[in-house]
């Protein structure tokens, strides 16, 4: 044959099923010239965006004293040419434009702006990018977070709910 191209090996005589903790693996036991090669097969559950925010919520919340001191950073920064003396943020979020229900951001940003989770996952579940729609970083599902300062911006009675834009000071 010529280089870099061989005909397909015929695999199915060498399989061996073994069913192991409700996992199905096979094991190619010999495959010619030598060398055996490993095949894995596993039943995995398919997960909707539901299963994953209910996951999400039941991992907890971020707690409100990390994000306050976050934003103390931020206003805090010696850094910049500039004093900020106060930064805006919305309650709307980027995806739907729409008032979150379940912020939430990744363990991996380093920004404050949130995104709806439920949006997020259901986004998430037609098209799997797992990008942060704020900073475009990777933004898995293991690393994220419900935010628990926003969320108690949201749930506040004084906060009107067509308002979308706070200033934090």
Known sequence: ???????????????QAQLNHGQLHQRVVGCGGGRAHTVSVYQVDNLTYKDLLDQLKAKGQRQPDYTRALIKEKLADQDQEIAT???KVTLACPLGKMRMNA???ASTCDHLQCFDA???????EKKPKWMCPVC???ALVEN???DGFFLEL???????SDEHEIVLH
Not at 154 to 160: E, V
């Open 154 to 160: 949201i749930r506040s009675p004084r906060l009107p």
């Open 144 to 146: 994220l977070l419900v």
């Open 136 to 138: 475009n970083k990777p």
């Open 118 to 124: 439920q949006l997020y996952l259901q986004m998430n």
């Open 85 to 87: 003396t106060s930064c």
């Open 1 to 15: 044959p010529e280089r870099g191209h061989q005909d397909p090996s015929i695999l199915t005589p060498l399989v």
């Open 103 to 105: 912020p939430c951001r």
